[in-house]
């Protein structure tokens, strides 16, 4: 039993990590000043693009981990809510 108390608590602890990296969007917004801020080599244009398109595809990957993170979360809460109320329907059979 605490062996998955601490599975749950790993996965909530898992899901804040990936909500802060998901809210430090800055490093997109600074990306995107730079590349629309000021005039731009084609060379310095193309590395800002890359970027860009790599902190969008790390921010992309984040969201998919989280939402399965949540589903796992929701499934392990789903099973420890069924187990709650077969070991009470359990001691309520016994105390009759």
Avoid at 72 to 86: D, G, H, P, Q, W
């Amino acid at each position: 039993k605490k062996k998955k108390k601490l599975e749950n608590l790993g996965i909530a602890l898992e899901i804040d990590g990936l909500e802060k990296k998901l809210s430090r969007r800055r490093d997109l917004e600074a990306v995107n000043s730079r590349l629309y801020g000021a005039e731009l080599g084609s060379e310095a244009r193309r590395s800002l693009e890359k970027e860009k398109s790599s902190l969008m595809n790390k921010a992309s990957d984040y969201e998919k981990e989280l939402q399965l993170l949540r589903q796992e979360n929701r499934k392990n809460m789903l099973l420890s809510v069924a187990i709650f109320l077969l070991r009470t329907l359990i001691d309520g059979y016994w105390t009759l």
